[in-house]
């Protein structure tokens, strides 16, 4: 079965700082990994997604992702981080074995102090 | 409209009211999905509709009852619901669903409360 850990509910950066978001996920078969953004009383927004194209991926708004076999890792990073990413953030896991639905992470809020 | 639109966007209901909650999509997809939202728990997949048929229950409780008229418009049908069903409802679209990597886009949701 899939699953997605993300570590830290919580992170608060200062703006121009690093943004470094953690996920890791468990799957028998290579996997899809996604992350999703959503801004408060919004729906979820694709930031960006892996499908075994390039192992680092670059998506919207200045974030990209690694993909990490060895690590069972997709992490999400932004260089410098800007207000208006404040928002909670998503990655989520699917395969094409049976259940091809996303299983999702519990979510990291991210704060951005100015 | 654009994208995947959602209404109401805020609901209050009584444990014996029926409702029902209406996703509308318009982006040509073919797949549509509901989804749970509640407070410090992951999202949790409610049903899945590919080409208007039902795909994937998720043990969801029979007081839910989704229905997908076409494949532009999927409902959520709510009778004797409980508080602990108080959640951010959100619906998605794809494409397809005949792969996994298949991009989902959600809409704003709608935010149930039970009284």
């Known amino acids: 079965a899939q699953s997605v850990t993300q570590l830290g509910s919580h992170v608060s950066v200062s703006e121009g700082a690093l943004v470094l978001l953690r996920c890791n996920y468990s799957s028998s078969v290579p996997p899809y990994l996604f992350w999703y953004v959503q801004y408060p009383n919004q729906g979820l927004q694709l930031l960006l997604k892996?499908?075994?194209?390039?192992?680092l991926v670059k998506g919207i708004n200045g974030f990209e992702a690694e993909f990490k076999k060895s690590e069972t890792s997709f992490h999400l990073t932004k260089p410098s981080a800007h207000m208006s990413d404040a928002a909670e953030y998503f990655c989520a896991v699917s395969d094409d074995t049976g259940r091809r639905a996303l299983t999702f992470g519990s979510g990291t809020r991210l704060q951005v102090q100015p | 409209e654009t994208g995947v639109t959602q209404t109401p966007r805020h609901l209050v209901m009584g444990m014996t009211n029926k409702k029902s909650l209406k996703c509308e999509q318009h982006l040509g997809h073919n797949a549509m999905y509901w989804y749970k939202q509640s407070a410090k728990k992951p999202l949790e997949l409610m049903f899945v509709?590919?080409?208007?048929?039902?795909?994937e229950n998720n043990s969801v409780p029979s007081r839910f009852s989704p229905e997908c008229p076409n494949s532009s418009h999927l409902f959520l049908h709510l009778h004797t619901l409980q508080p602990e069903d108080s959640a951010l409802y959100l619906c998605?679209?794809?494409?397809?669903?005949?792969?996994?990597?298949?991009?989902?886009?959600f809409g704003p949701g709608t935010r149930l409360l039970v009284l």
């Open positions: 509709y590919s080409l208007e048929e039902r795909v």
């Open positions: 892996y499908t075994s194209a390039a192992t």
């Open positions: 998605a679209s794809s494409q397809g669903f005949r792969t996994a990597q298949e991009t989902q886009y």
